[in-house]
Every structure is written in structure tokens, then in C-alpha cells.
């Protein structure tokens, strides 16, 4: 499963509506190590295929949701259940930290 591209426009149904859990990454084109981070998302993204849903937003295209969640440092991780932050986590972490971070959410 590919990592979901979304916009404020999307985050309603395909986050907050969303019946599963939902990892959501903050990031921009110019940041480095958004740019580390994303492979490492995009390899979770098919580990946990049906248990997780994985999408990613730029904050430079979506400044004013990302105030509204208030993200001011990227890139920024943030778990989504029933509509709720249920975990969160700032800058890069490598893979095992991140599968930790997920499996944590998961409980």
C-alpha cells in the first residue's frame, strides 16, 4: 500500500472520519530529514497494510492545517483514532522507533 498525498480538503474523510487507525506525516520538500523519514514510511506503509492507514501532508501547500494541529517543527508524526491524536512524535526517527511508535498506538 503507497502512502495516501492529502490536503486540507482530505483530511476530514480520510483522516478524522477514518474507521482505522491513521499515521499521518508532516513534512516538506525542502526539509532533510523529511526527506530521510519518508522511505522509512513508505516501508511501514506495507508492513502494517489493513491494520494502519499511512498519509502524508505538505506543510508549505497546507500552512493553515498545519497551525491548526499545531505543527511548528517537521518533520512531525502524528497518530490518528476516531478523529483524536493518539500519538505524536517530532523529527527522524529510524525504523524500529517508528514501528515501536506505531505498535504502541496499535496496544
Not at 525542502?30 to 526527506?35: A, E, L, S
Amino acid at each position: 500500500m503507497a502512502v495516501l498525498e492529502i490536503n486540507a480538503d482530505k483530511f476530514q474523510s480520510e483522516v478524522l472520519d477514518s474507521e482505522s487507525l491513521v499515521l499521518v506525516d508532516f513534512w516538506a520538500p525542502w526539509c532533510g530529514p523529511c526527506k530521510m523519514l519518508g522511505p522509512v514510511i513508505e516501508q511501514l506503509s506495507e508492513e502494517y497494510e489493513g491494520k494502519v492507514k499511512f498519509c502524508k501532508c505538505n506543510v508549505d501547500d497546507n500552512t493553515d492545517l498545519a497551525v491548526s494541529l499545531g505543527i511548528s517543527s517537521i518533520p512531525a508524526v502524528k497518530i490518528f483514532k476516531g478523529g483524536e491524536v493518539v500519538a505524536e512524535s517530532l523529527g527522524f526517527k529510524p525504523l524500529p522507533a517508528i514501528k515501536q511508535f506505531i505498535d504502541s498506538a496499535l496496544g
